[in-house]
Antibody
Framework: QVQLVQSGAEVKKPGASVKVSCKAS????????MHWVRQAPGQGLEWMGI????????RYAQKFQGRVTMTRDTSTSTVYMELSSLRSEDTAVYYC????????????????WGQGTLVTVSS | DIQMTQSPSTLSASVGDRVTVTCRAS??????LAWYQQKPGKAPNLLIY???SLQTGVPSRFSGSGSGTEFTLTISGLQPDDFATYYC?????????FGQGTRLEIK
């Protein structure tokens, strides 16, 4: 079955970077776009960006431009999200989510989602 | 950016009730709307896509309707497992945006 498994929780100091992974299985990795969404404690969902695992192209929300980098490793069917210059407001659970392969440019709904990775930014 | 506004923010209901959650978009998004259910400590789970299409495996008591700027999620015959937070999401254009969520609690 389709499964997305994310890396474990991280604790980082302000100014540091974090890299979260999302390993896909059960489908052809390069045929489906992958998105990243985050959720601060007690808050709603915030879309961060998308990567096309096939060609590696990316699109980021303007809020994160310059601080986020999404990459992929086709040999391990894994996508990565790296966020730099961390601040306390970046404390959140980060999710990856797959979108159907028939949606133009990947703008679509997400199913399934990874289990989430808690990133805590604290001095 | 397209703003998504859900109402109410919190909804109190009893098992067996029929409840409706509304989601309004700041501009027309045709039918490019999805609904998710999220339980504490878990990832969101897709319920409805394209405004009214039921995701495989989702119980038929969930239904969605609407187009343009106004959408609704209806749960007919609430079950104990349905008490959770619900989010709408537009995918008409980038950036993808979500409503702020509706928490469904037991009365």
């Amino acid at each position: 079955q389709v499964q997305l498994v994310q890396s474990g929780a991280e604790v980082k100091k302000p100014g540091a970077s974090v890299k979260v992974s999302c390993k896909a299985s059960g489908y052809t990795f390069t045929s489906y776009y992958m998105h990243w969404v985050r959720q601060a404690p007690g808050q709603g969902l915030e879309w961060m960006g998308i990567i096309n695992p096939g060609g590696g192209s990316t699109r980021y929300a303007q809020k994160f431009q310059g601080r986020v980098t999404m990459t992929r490793d086709t040999s391990t069917s894994t996508v990565y999200m790296e966020l730099s210059s961390l601040r306390s407001e970046d404390t959140a659970v980060y999710y990856c989510g797959r979108s159907p392969n028939y949606c133009t440019d990947g703008v679509c709904w997400f199913a399934p989602w990874g289990q989430g990775t808690l990133v805590t930014v604290s001095s | 950016d397209i703003q998504m506004t859900q109402s109410p923010s919190t909804l109190s209901a009893s098992v067996g009730d029929r409840v409706t959650v509304t989601c309004r978009a700041s501009q027309s998004i045709s039918s490019w709307l999805a609904w998710y259910q999220q339980k504490p400590g878990k990832a969101p789970n897709l319920l409805i896509y394209k405004a009214s299409s039921l995701q495989t495996g989702v119980p038929s008591r969930f239904s969605g309707s609407g187009s343009g700027t106004e959408f609704t999620l209806t749960i007919s015959g609430l079950q104990p497992d349905d008490f959770a937070t619900y989010y709408c999401q537009q995918y008409n254009s980038y950036p993808i945006t979500f409503g702020q969520g509706t928490r469904l609690e037991i009365k």
